[in-house]
């Protein structure tokens, strides 16, 4: 799944992914050569979470961090010193962390990766790279992001804060925001939020408990689907008083809930009084975070005007972020167009995700003249997923045996070496480059947890995992699609001449669906090797819009998706492939994933209080779905592409999980004058 990022607009922030939701997605490309849902398989942890949107971490979906940043990943980090109340047996502490650690102490001045004194001006304009939520890569019709309805714009979630903050360099960690504390009881099924009184919205009302308790409550009843799910177990969110939000946890609650609501959205109460939360909108929602919706035109661009007054600009959290005067998001719905509009400065960062365009597209004047630049920024941590993911409710893809012939029949290498210039590495593991990864026989930790679906699940499960075949490169390895065929005929698939017939009698046909050609180079020679096993395989290419329709109400064969990689995945995974989610239209589980044993794991990944235990349970997980043959796997790259008219300065230091792009990084006058952008 290497696509992922589902979650994208930025919150300029630089801090790192955070916790983020689930299932964000990537555009199309190829990875990222292609991606469409990035988020972070767990897609999700927690503090991504407030861009949600989908992320793909998320989820840990998808955010303002996630796409200034980068990927998430594990921080490790001192003992984060705590409050015990001994007359409430609360804790109190300064953050919240996965596995009860944090990196920075109370009182921290600012994160380490930031320039503190960073000057703030100047235009980042850029095209929207990752979506959350509602979001479309080529249009929008709606302000609203954090609800189902509606095409939602990029960028919105940097119009509102949340109660805590991730960082960069501590992807298992938020930090006060408009919290300044919370605690906790011994349970850990209660905790209180102590909310910062100077918070404000951008009209000068104060943001209290009220609003947090509402932001809560309803995301949980009407928000995006996402957020329905990974807020189910949630209890009650009531405000004590106007500085303290109570929050209950149901005992069922997974390992990170408290961080995922840690980072959601905090909106007014008494704006929403009297709108319909569900509604798509193009008035813009009352916000507190550091920027405010400027001028836009519908499906064409959207600008954010940075807040001078912003109440929180001197927390921690925020200082040497969120740099920029103006943030501008331009609409294209055909990427050559997009990267013909960078060339020419109508866009001054870029992020690339296709190869074809890394290797041969950068030719142009303001590159050889050394305007434009470029460079590869290498990032720790967990990679996304990407593949061609089948829609399992459709009789065609039902039995796995068909799923895994359909896999043989893809020439990774030839399409690496022809299409791809030989830049990506194929993709084995829904965890991929992490210690998450199984490999070999499992261990005595994974089959206790493995051992009770044993006769339920493929017994391949209890052996070596699936790695897809490496072929001859020559773009149809016969030895391999003689392997599919007699797979196809082992489940009762018929040959008639050139067609296949599947066993109910009808010819085997399969659309791609997708919203741009931009995978055309790299799915048309897949289709011809699916023809040559008697299938008829075409492309369907719709507009963004109806592409969405259409993975929302499961109405495809295949089609592609991205998923952003994690090294703390947890309940937002259960978006992306629970049981409750693959009958919930407008979920990220497009693939249908409807398995007990399955449901199972993601619970154990989401309960695991212990790295060493996320990690088991996460091996045996990636067994579970690696062996169910759910998407046909695409590649993978460990690191970011990114190209900028040279008009930019950044810190010394990059976060340790992230990029730092753009997010930490700020105008330079001086630059922008010597080549003519001044």
């Known amino acids: 799944m290497s696509k992922q990022r589902t979650n994208t607009s930025p919150r300029l922030r630089g801090e790192g992914s955070g916790r983020g939701l689930a299932a964000g997605a990537s555009p199309k490309g190829e990875g990222e050569e292609a991606s469409t849902l990035r988020s972070s398989v767990d897609a999700p942890s927690p503090a991504r979470l ?55 102490p109370a009182g921290f001045k600012h994160f380490d990766y930031v320039n503190p004194n960073a000057p703030k001006g100047g235009t980042l304009a850029l095209q929207i790279k990752r979506s959350a939520g509602n979001q479309n890569f080529d249009t929008f019709n709606t302000l609203n992001i954090y609800v189902l309805k509606g095409d939602g714009a990029a960028g919105m979630d940097a119009t509102f804060d949340t109660l805590m903050a991730g960082s960069g360099d501590d992807p298992d960690g938020l930090y006060g925001l408009v919290a300044r504390a919370v605690r906790w009881t011994p349970d850990k099924l209660t905790y209180r939020f102590l909310l910062r009184p100077e918070a404000r919205f951008h009209d000068g009302s ?5 609003d947090a308790a509402f932001s809560l ?63 798509s909108t193009l008035e813009p929602p009352l916000g507190s975070g550091p920027y405010k919706v400027g001028r836009f ?61 890394w290797a041969t597209g950068y030719d142009f004047p303001a590159f050889r003249e050394n305007r434009v630049k470029r460079e590869r920024i290498d990032r720790l941590g967990a990679v996304g997923t990407q593949g061609w993911y089948f829609n399992t409710r459709r009789e065609a893809f039902q039995d796995r045996r068909i799923r895994e012939a359909l896999i043989l029949a893809f020439d990774f290498e030839w ?29 005595p930790e994974e089959l206790a947890l493995l051992e009770p679906f044993r006769g339920k699940v493929p017994d391949e499960v209890f052996g070596e995992p699936f790695v897809p075949p490496v072929s001859d490169g020559s773009g149809s390895d ?30 085997f046909e399969i659309e791609f669906l997708d919203y741009q050609a931009a995978l055309q180079p790299h799915t048309q020679p897949y289709q011809a090797n ?24 499961f109405d495809f064969d295949m089609t592609t998706m991205a998923l952003g990689g994690s090294m703390t995945p947890g309940d937002a995974l259960r978006v992306v492939f629970g049981s409750q989610a693959a009958a919930t239209p407008g979920s990220r589980n497009i693939a249908g994933v409807a398995d007990p044993a399955v449901d199972a794991l993601v619970s154990a990944v989401a309960l695991a209080d212990t790295r060493a235990k996320l990690d088991v349970a996460a091996r045996a997980l990636d067994r579970l779905l690696r062996a169910g043959r759910y998407m046909v796997p695409m590649w993978y790259r460990s690191d970011d592409w990114v190209a900028y008219w040279d008009m930019f300065s950044r ?28």
């Not at 976060?655 to 792009?661: E, H, L, R, T, V």
């Open 651 to 678: 810190p010394e230091t990059k976060p340790k999980y992230a990029s730092g792009a753009p997010g930490t990084w700020w105008y330079d006058p001086e630059k922008a004058k010597a080549i003519g952008r001044a």
């Open 217 to 279: 409550n309803v995301l949980k009843t009407k928000g995006h689907p996402t957020f329905r799910t990974v807020l189910s177990e949630v209890v009650a969110a009531e405000a004590e008083s106007d500085e303290v939000l109570k929050v209950q946890l149901s005992p069922r609650r997974s390992r990170d809930l408290h961080l995922i609501v840690g980072g959601t959205p905090v909106f007014s109460e008494a704006y929403w009084k009297d709108r319909d939360f569900e509604a």
């Open 206 to 210: 104060r943001l209290t408990a009220r």
């Open 415 to 443: 399409t690496n070496q022809n299409i791809m210039f030989g830049m990506y590495k194929r993709l084995h593991s829904y965890f991929e480059n992490s210690e998450m990864k199984a490999a070999g026989t499992p261990g």
């Open 478 to 507: 016969r030895n391999l699609l003689r392997r599919a065929d007699a797979l196809l005929r082992e489940a009762g698939c018929k040959r008639e001449g050139n067609v296949l017939r599947l066993p109910g009698g009808k010819p």
């Open 50 to 104: 407030r861009r949600v949107g989908l992320s793909p971490q998320a989820g840990r979906g998808v955010s303002r961090r996630f796409l200034l940043l980068g990927t998430a990943a594990l921080g490790l980090g001192a003992l984060a010193p705590r409050r015990l109340l001994a007359s409430e047996g609360e804790t109190e502490s300064h953050g919240l962390s996965t596995f009860g650690e944090l990196r920075y």
């Open 297 to 357: 035109e519908q499906g064409r661009f959207i600008e954010f005007d940075r807040v001078p007054d912003y109440w929180g600009k001197d927390l921690p959290v925020n200082l040497g972020t969120n740099n920029f005067d103006k943030l501008r998001y331009e609409y294209f719905r055909d990427r050559q167009v997009a990267f013909e509009a960078f060339k020419s400065g109508v866009m001054n960062f870029h992020e690339e995700f296709t190869s074809r365009t």
């Open 530 to 553: 699916l023809k040559r096993l008697g299938i008829e395989a075409r492309s369907r290419i719709v507009d963004a819009a109806q592409y969405r329709r259409r993975l929302e109400e």
